[in-house]
């Protein structure tokens, strides 16, 4: 008998799921390791420059709007 990391319940060694909570008791290559955490990696990366674009296309539209209004300023000026 073993205790499983997923749930504490006590399971039989011979099983390479628990039938509690169904935490997988099999090791893991670590080369799979290494690639899931490098797809994490991508994933949060991407998702950081999609925010910064994000924030960078807010900051244009409001230095375009800051811009028409400094033209329309000088227009009337004239």
């Known amino acids: ?3 499983c990391v997923g749930c504490g319940k006590l399971i039989d060694k011979r099983f390479f799921y628990c039938p509690w909570c169904g935490y997988s008791r099999a090791e893991k290559s ?12 991508k994933e949060k990366l991407q998702e950081k420059r999609y925010n910064q674009i994000e924030k960078m296309e ?16 000088a227009e009337m000026h004239k």
């Not at 670590?30 to 490098?38: G, V």
């Not at 539209?61 to 811009?67: G, M, T, V």
């Open 1 to 3: 008998m073993c205790i």
């Open 30 to 41: 670590e080369e799979e390791s290494s690639e899931l955490r490098y797809a994490k990696f």
């Open 58 to 73: 807010e900051q244009l539209d409001s230095l375009e709007k800051e811009l028409s209004i400094l033209v329309l300023s």
